[in-house]
């Protein structure tokens, strides 16, 4: 009986291992189909290409002069401002294009497939942190262009970097969720816009708090795009972590484990 029991557990365990194995492995897959859709509408980089290349330097030119007298002065507080801002926005789309697959039927095609079901879900939300990465690098590059030089060096740059894009990848769960549960794309992107705008724009991106009406400064300080910005800014500056990086960490993982489980369990009623 004993031997039994414990042949019984060794087969689920190694069940366990194969169908853990053939989700990371479908997962991947989808992440490789939702890149090389990329490929076939670059337009669809324009939001993580274009978008920080310009911004960076229109930014500079318009405010770098009104706000820190000078260009040089303005960057470091402009490129982790830009950063975010990008990067937030860009995972939106996550949500746009759930809802575009399935109001085209394509999960209705994946349901014929021997895949795991969770996997189009999950390869969508990896491939976007290819995208993420894309801004990352375009943004510093474009920083360091105009005359940046973080004083910490590469060291502080690369970690703000990963901590932006995981915090862009746990966001996305939001959107994720707005896709599988919206009407239509352009009502996920409806919401997601309205959200995500005065996010980033009442925040300290661009300009000092202190410089903003008393009564916006409390909203500005708790926003949680502030507490990624200032995060941002202390870890590619001066390589140093401060309470903005451990705020910034533990909401982006009050988001997952919040909306990761309603996401997929919506998901998964639909797929």
């Known amino acids: 009986m004993a031997t039994t029991q414990i042949v019984s557990a060794e087969k689920r365990q190694l069940k366990n291992h194969a169908n853990s194995a053939q989700v990371m492995s479908n997962s991947l897959t989808m992440a ?6 990329f490929r076939r509408t ?40 830009i950063l975010v801002q990008t990067v937030v926005t860009a995972s939106l789309v996550t949500g746009v294009q759930l809802r575009e697959d399935m109001d085209k039927g ?9 895949i795991a079901r969770i996997a189009p879900l999950a390869g969508a939300l990896l491939a976007d942190t290819v995208r993420y990465a894309i801004a990352v690098t375009l943004t510093f590059g474009m920083g360091y262009l105009l005359g940046w ?4 060096g590469i060291s502080g740059v690369f970690a703000s970097g990963l901590l932006v ?4 990848w746990c966001i996305s769960w939001i959107f994720a969720f ?17 959200i995500l705008f005065p996010l980033t724009f009442l925040s300290n991106a661009f300009v000092p708090v202190a410089t903003m009406p008393h009564w916006l400064r409390p909203f500005v300080n708790a926003n949680p795009v502030s507490l990624l910005i200032g995060a941002v800014r202390q870890l590619a500056s001066a390589g140093t972590i401060g309470h903005d990086f451990w705020f910034s960490l533990l909401g982006a993982l009050v988001i997952v484990l919040i909306f990761a489980p309603l996401t997929v369990r919506a998901y998964m009623s639909k797929a």
């Open 32 to 37: 490789y189909r939702g890149l090389l859709k």
């Open 42 to 81: 670059p337009e669809q980089f324009f939001d993580v290409t274009l978008q920080p290349i310009l911004f960076t330097s229109m930014f500079v030119v318009i405010f770098g002069g009104a706000i820190a007298g000078n260009v040089h002065n303005y960057l470091p507080t402009l490129i982790p401002g």
């Open 106 to 114: 394509v999960f209705n095609r994946f349901k014929s497939l021997p």
């Open 149 to 152: 030089r973080p004083e910490d």
């Open 165 to 168: 894009i995981f915090f862009a």
């Open 178 to 194: 707005f896709g599988v549960t919206a009407r239509s794309a352009a009502g996920v992107q409806g919401v997601s816009i309205l």
